[in-house]
C-alpha cells in the first residue's frame, strides 16, 4: 500500500503541475488530464501493470534503437564519408571457398589515383597487429599498429592534437601515436621528437600525437607508422610495387560518392593492363557498408564488424515488444470497459458527444504512455552502463539528448498513445447510456472476441521469440562446442615477434623442463587466425590454366601432437627425417586434388617471380581436417610447412597449479628473452573472442525475451484478476451448487490455456520459417528439432498457470456469500 500511496501523489503531483500550466482556453484538455489522473488514482493496481508493461516496451525499444545508432555511427565522423570506399578482391581461384578478401595488389591504389580522374587520391595500409616497442629501454607492447602512406590524413580525419600537420609520415621511419599510447610511453613527458624502438632494432621518430581513435571507426589503431621505405627495405619497395601479390589494405578517395559497377569495371581494367593475376578481381566497397556488409570477407582489417541481418532482427524484435506492450495496453482497457461505462453513459446524458470522448480516451492513453516514456528513460540511464559492459558495446545514452531522438521520442509516445488507446476509445464512446443506466450493460460479444484475439497476439509474439531464443542459444553452444578437430583446452598461447622467433625452440624446451607442462608446439599462427593463402602447383607441374590457392602454415614436429590433431595417413613431421621439403595436408586438400592416396604425391611452390620456377615438396602425411580459423567460413584445403621456429608457441598445461606454471612460463620468457614484453593468453578464451558479436546478440535476444514474457505476464496477470471478478457471481453460484475449488481453478484457467495453444501453433509455424532463413546465414549450423518447440509451449502454459492461478485460486477460495449479497 505504501508503493502505491508514494506512485499516486508523484504522479497526481505531476499532473496537476502540468495541467495548471496550460493556457485557460484549453479547459477542455484540463478535464482531460485531471480525469484521466482520476482514474488512474481510482484503479492503482491496474494503472501500475499499464504503465510498467509500457515502461518496460519503451525501455526495451530505446535500449535496442541506442544499440542501432551504434551500428550506424561507424566511421561517419570522417569528413569525406560519403566519398571514401575500399578496395576488396574476388579471389576466383580453385581451393578457395571464401572468395572475397580485403586486400589487394599494392599497385592498385596508386594507379587507379593516377589513372582515374574520379579518384583524388589513395591510401594503402599495411600490418595491424601488436607490436614490441621500447624507449630508453623500457619495454611494452604497442596493441595495434599500421604502416601507412603518408595521404593517410587527407582520406581520414584522425585529428592531430600536437606535432607536425602536414608531412607527418613522409619521411621513413616516422610515426604518429596516439594520446593513450604517448601518455603510456612518455607520461608527462612531450613526445614530439623522441625516438621509439621497434622490435629493438628500428628507430621510429615521433613526429605527432593522434587523438584517440573513437569506437565507432571500423579502423583501430595506437600508432601509424611510415610506408615509405627506408634505406635497407629493398625487400618492402619491391613489394609495393608488384602486381602479382595482394597484401595492403587499399582505400580511395573520389571527388563524389562511388558508382560501384562504373568504378570496379574501370578497376578490372587496369588491373588487367598491368598483367595481374586473372583470378584476383577487384571491386570496392563504400565504407558506409564496410561494418554491416562484411561478414563474408576475409583477410580485412575491420574490428567489431557485425552483420546488418542483427540490425534487422534487433529492429523487429524492438516493434514487436513495443506491439506487445500496447496490445497489454489495450487489452486491459477494453477489459475495463464495463467499470467507465457509468461515466460514459452519464456524460453521454449531459451533453457529451462522440468526439469528445474519443479525444478524452485518447488523451488518457496519451498520458499513460508518457508517464511510461519517462520511466523508460529513467531505465535505459540507469540500464546502458551495465548493459555495455555485458555486451562489449559502446552504446551512447546521450543519442537520446539529440533533437532527433527527442522528436523520435515524442512521436512514439504519442504514436503508441493513440494506437493503443484508439480501439477502446471508440469502445468505450460508443456505449448506448439508457442501457448503461439502467444497468443493463455488459461485455460485448465482440469485445471479449478482441480480448482473447489480443492474447492470442501477445503470446503468439512471446512464443516465438522464446523459440527464437532456444535455436540462437543452441547454434551458439554449437559453434563452442563444435568439434573444431583440435583440443583448445589447457592451451596456453605466446607469440614472439621477430626478433624473438630464432629462440622459439630454446624457448619451448626450457618450458618442457616443467613437469606440469604437458607439451609445446610452435606454428606461424594460432589457431583461430586465418593463415596466409598460396598458389600450389601438383605434382610439380605448372599449368596455366588451372589456378589452384590453398591456406599454408607453418609447424614444428610437436605442433599437431600438442594441439591434439589427429593423422588420417602418413606420419607427422619428426626429427628422425630431414623434414625441410616435406609437407603435410589436410582431408580436404586431398579431396580437392581428387587423391585417393596422397602420401608421396608431390606438390611445387612458386619459388621467386617466376611462375614455372617451382620447389617441389613430398606429402607425407594427411592431417584429419580441423577448423584452423573460424567456423564462421566454410573449411577450405591447406597444409603445412615444417620449421623449427615459429612465431606462435602453443603450450598444453596440467590444470592443477596453473598459477605457478604460468609464473614459470613467464620467468623462462624474460630468461630466454630479455628486454621484451611477457604477455600469454588461453586458447579457448581467444576462440570464445572471435565470436563476441555473436554471443552479445544472443544475449540480447534471451534477455529482450525475457523482457516480452515478463510484458506478456504483466498483461496476463491482470486480466485474471479481472475476469475472475467478472465472474465473481458465477462462482458464488458454482459454489453454493457443491462446487470444488479444483473445478473452479480449472473452469478459470483452462479458457486461457486454449488461447495459449492457439498463440503456440501460430508462434511455432513462424519462428520456424524465421529461424530456419537465420541459421542459413551460417556455413555449419543446427537442425531445428521438434524438442525447442515442446519446450517453449510447455514453459509458456506453465508460466501463464503461474500466472493465472493466483488470481483462480483467490476466486476459488473466497466466500460465496460475499458475491451473491447484492442478488
Request: proline share 3%; with cysteine; glycine share 6%.
Amino acid at each position: 500500500m505504501g508503493f502505491q500511496r508514494v506512485f499516486a501523489m508523484f504522479f497526481y503531483g505531476i499532473g496537476i503541475d502540468l495541467i495548471w500550466s496550460l493556457p485557460d482556453t484549453d479547459t477542455m484538455f484540463k478535464s482531460y488530464f485531471i480525469t484521466g489522473l482520476r482514474n488512474l488514482l481510482k484503479q492503482k493496481g491496474y494503472s501500475l501493470i499499464k504503465i510498467i508493461g509500457l515502461a518496460l516496451g519503451l525501455s526495451a525499444s530505446l535500449i535496442i534503437y541506442l544499440y542501432i545508432a551504434e551500428d550506424l555511427s561507424y566511421d561517419i565522423f570522417h569528413k569525406n564519408y560519403p566519398n571514401i570506399v575500399r578496395l576488396l578482391t574476388i579471389d576466383s581461384a580453385e581451393g578457395v571457398s571464401s572468395k572475397l578478401v580485403g586486400v589487394t595488389q599494392p599497385r592498385l591504389g596508386p594507379a587507379a589515383a593516377d589513372e582515374l580522374p574520379e579518384v583524388i587520391t589513395s591510401v594503402r595500409f599495411t600490418g595491424g597487429g601488436r607490436l614490441d616497442l621500447s624507449y630508453n629501454d623500457k619495454p611494452l607492447k604497442c596493441e595495434a599498429a599500421f604502416r601507412v602512406d603518408p595521404t593517410v590524413f587527407e582520406v581520414f580525419n584522425f585529428p592531430i592534437v600536437d606535432g607536425a600537420t602536414t608531412d607527418v609520415l613522409n619521411k621513413p621511419g616516422s610515426v604518429a601515436i596516439t594520446q593513450t599510447l604517448a601518455k603510456k610511453i612518455f607520461g608527462s613527458e612531450n613526445p614530439i621528437g623522441k625516438t621509439l624502438k621497434l622490435n629493438q632494432t628500428t628507430d621510429l621518430n615521433v613526429t605527432a600525437v593522434l587523438a584517440d581513435v573513437p569506437k565507432n571507426s571500423h579502423l583501430q589503431f595506437d600508432m601509424l607508422y611510415s610506408l615509405v621505405p627506408g634505406q635497407n627495405e629493398d625487400g618492402l619497395r619491391q613489394a609495393l610495387d608488384t602486381w602479382q601479390g595482394i597484401f595492403c589494405f587499399t582505400y580511395l578517395l573520389l571527388d563524389k560518392p562511388a558508382d560501384v559497377a562504373d568504378l570496379n569495371t574501370k578497376l578490372k581494367a587496369i588491373s588487367k593492363k598491368n598483367n595481374a593475376y586473372e583470378f584476383f578481381t577487384p571491386v570496392v566497397q563504400p565504407l558506409k557498408d564496410v561494418h554491416l556488409q562484411s561478414k563474408e570477407i576475409l583477410f580485412e582489417t575491420n574490428a567489431n564488424k557485425s552483420d546488418a541481418l542483427n540490425i534487422y532482427v534487433l529492429s523487429t524484435i524492438a516493434i514487436l515488444i513495443l506491439v506487445l506492450a500496447a496490445v497489454n495496453f489495450m487489452n486491459l482497457v477494453t477489459a475495463r470497459s464495463t467499470a467507465r461505462a457509468k461515466e460514459i453513459g452519464m456524460r453521454k446524458v449531459i451533453g457529451a458527444i462522440r468526439t469528445q470522448l474519443v479525444a478524452q480516451h485518447l488523451v488518457e492513453s496519451i498520458l499513460v504512455t508518457a508517464i511510461a516514456a519517462l520511466l523508460a528513460v529513467a531505465a535505459v540511464l540507469v540500464a546502458i552502463p551495465l548493459l555495455n559492459t555485458t555486451y562489449q558495446r559502446f552504446a551512447d545514452v546521450t543519442v537520446l539528448m539529440q533533437p532527433q531522438s527527442i522528436m523520435m521520442l515524442s512521436a512514439l509516445v504519442v504514436g503508441v498513445g493513440i494506437l493503443a488507446g484508439l480501439y477502446p476509445a471508440f469502445v468505450l464512446s460508443s456505449f448506448r447510456p439508457i442501457l448503461v443506466l439502467k444497468g443493463s450493460f455488459k461485455n460485448s460479444t465482440g469485445g471479449i472476441r478482441l480480448r482473447k484475439a489480443l492474447v492470442v497476439l501477445q503470446f503468439t509474439i512471446s512464443i516465438a521469440l522464446m523459440v527464437g531464443t532456444g535455436i540462437v542459444y543452441q547454434q551458439m553452444r554449437f559453434i563452442y562446442t563444435a568439434d573444431l578437430g583440435y583440443n583448445r583446452e589447457q592451451v596456453i598461447t605466446l607469440q614472439l615477434n621477430n626478433q624473438n622467433v630464432a629462440n622459439a625452440t630454446t624457448l619451448k624446451n626450457e618450458l618442457l623442463h616443467n613437469p606440469n607442462i604437458i607439451s609445446a608446439g610452435t606454428a606461424s599462427n594460432r589457431m583461430g587466425q586465418q593463415p596466409g593463402r598460396v598458389t600450389i602447383y601438383p605434382d610439380g607441374v605448372y599449368n596455366a590454366e588451372t589456378n589452384i590457392i590453398t591456406s599454408i602454415m607453418v609447424a614444428d614436429e610437436t605442433f599437431i601432437p600438442t594441439m591434439g590433431i589427429r593423422i588420417a595417413e602418413g606420419r607427422n613431421f619428426s626429427l628422425d627425417y630431414d623434414d625441410s621439403l616435406s609437407m603435410i595436408i589436410n582431408e580436404e586438400m586431398a579431396r580437392l586434388l581428387k587423391w585417393t592416396d596422397p602420401v608421396g604425391k608431390k606438390i611445387g611452390l612458386q619459388n621467386g617471380a617466376n611462375p614455372a620456377d617451382l620447389t617441389n615438396y613430398t606429402v607425407v602425411g594427411v592431417a584429419k581436417d580441423f577448423h584452423f580459423a573460424t567456423v564462421r567460413h566454410k573449411l577450405e584445403p591447406m597444409f603445412l610447412l615444417y620449421n623449427k621456429n615459429n612465431g606462435a608457441l602453443a603450450v598444453k598445461a596440467k590444470a592443477e597449479n596453473m598459477k605457478a606454471t604460468l609464473a614459470f612460463i613467464e620467468d623462462t620468457w624474460k630468461k630466454v628473452n630479455p628486454g621484451t614484453t611477457f604477455e600469454y593468453a588461453f586458447l579457448d578464451e581467444q576462440f570464445s573472442n572471435l565470436y563476441r558479436n555473436e554471443q552479445a546478440f544472443a544475449s540480447m535476444f534471451t534477455h529482450f525475451t525475457a523482457l516480452a514474457m515478463i510484458i506478456a505476464g504483466l498483461g496476463l496477470f491482470a486480466l485474471s484478476a479481472f475476469t475472475a471478478q467478472q465472474r465473481k457471481k458465477e462462482i458464488g453460484i458454482r459454489k453454493v451448487l457443491g462446487a470444488g475449488n479444483g473445478s473452479i481453478l480449472f473452469k478459470l484457467s483452462a479458457e486461457f490455456v486454449q488461447l495459449i495453444i492457439v498463440a503456440f501453433a501460430l508462434a511455432s509455424v513462424i519462428a520456424y520459417f524465421v529461424m530456419d532463413k537465420w541459421l542459413n546465414d551460417f556455413q555449419y549450423s543446427i537442425s531445428i528439432g521438434a524438442g525447442i518447440f515442446i519446450l517453449a509451449g510447455a514453459s509458456s502454459v506453465i508460466i501463464a498457470l503461474l500466472t493465472i492461478s493466483f488470481q483462480a485460486l483467490k476466486a476459488a477460495l473466497s466466500n460465496p456469500v460475499d458475491a451473491l449479497r447484492s442478488e
